[in-house]
T-cell receptor
Framework: AQKITQTQPGMFVQEKEAVTLDCTYD???????LFWYKQPSSGEMIFLIY??????QNATEGRYSLNFQKARKSANLVISASQLGDSAMYFC???????????FGTGTSLTVIP | DAGITQSPRHKVTETGTPVTLRCHQT?????MYWYRQDPGHGLRLIHY???????DKGEVSDGYSVSRSKTEDFLLTLESATSSQTSVYFC???????????????FGPGTRLTVL
């Protein structure tokens, strides 16, 4: 069975500091996709970054980067230079080899402290 | 922003009544999804559709049915609502996923359903 684990229910970071949000996954598929989404208190889901299982380079999107360690089955999100607007829930997700099924973790609540 | 709307945005209903939630998109994407979000569980896939009249089950499909008669509309029906179906329901769309490819999902604003 596919599974996404986010072990940090809540995290705090000082403004302008970097923070790493952990995500591990479990799959036997040879090909899969990993995603991070942000959910602010307003409730919408915002796509942040994608990493394909065959991608050699770690994905980056502005201040977001994904630390992909395939052998460890981890896909941690790194947010650099945290801003107050980064305070939100963050969800790690995995798309299976068929492309049809998505599995989400339980989320990490990030609070940025001024 | 992707053109996805959900209706209603809020609904309170009683146990045993039928409920239908609607997702409407203006992006002409083939794939549409229904999720529920509950504390401690993240988002869980209920059903998805890969075209008109083509649907399949997700992780938590029991008690739910779906229909897609037009590309732009994906309906989620609770035939006889139960209190355990109290949740926030999200619709999502994506371009063809091309296997485990990078086509991300775009989410609607959500529907908060309370079953008393």
């Amino acid at each position: 069975a596919q599974k996404i684990t986010q072990t940090q229910p809540g995290m705090f970071v000082q403004e302008k500091e970097a923070v790493t949000l952990d995500c591990t996954y479990d799959t036997s598929d040879p090909s899969y996709g990993l995603f991070w989404y942000k959910q602010p208190s307003s409730g919408e889901m915002i796509f942040l970054i994608y990493q394909g299982s065959y991608d050699q380079q770690n994905a980056t999107e502005g201040r977001y980067s994904l630390n992909f360690q395939k052998a460890r089955k981890s896909a941690n999100l790194v947010i650099s230079a945290s801003q107050l607007g980064d305070s939100a829930m963050y969800f790690c997700a995995m798309r299976d080899i068929t492309g049809n099924q998505f599995y989400f973790g339980t989320g990490t609540s990030l609070t940025v402290i001024p | 922003d992707a053109g996805i709307t959900q209706s209603p945005r809020h609904k309170v209903t009683e146990t045993g009544t039928p409920v239908t939630l609607r997702c409407h998109q203006t992006e002409n994407h083939r794939y549409m999804y229904w999720y529920r979000q509950d504390p401690g569980h993240g988002l869980r896939l209920i059903h998805y559709s890969y075209g008109v009249k083509d649907t399949d089950k997700g992780e938590v499909s029991d008690g739910y049915s779906v229909s897609r008669s037009k590309t732009e509309d994906f309906l989620l029906t609770l035939e006889s609502a139960t209190s355990s179906q109290t949740s926030v329901y999200f619709c999502a769309i994506s371009r063809d996923p091309q296997g485990a490819g990078s086509n991300e999902q775009f989410f609607g604003p959500g529907t908060r359903l309370t079953v008393l």
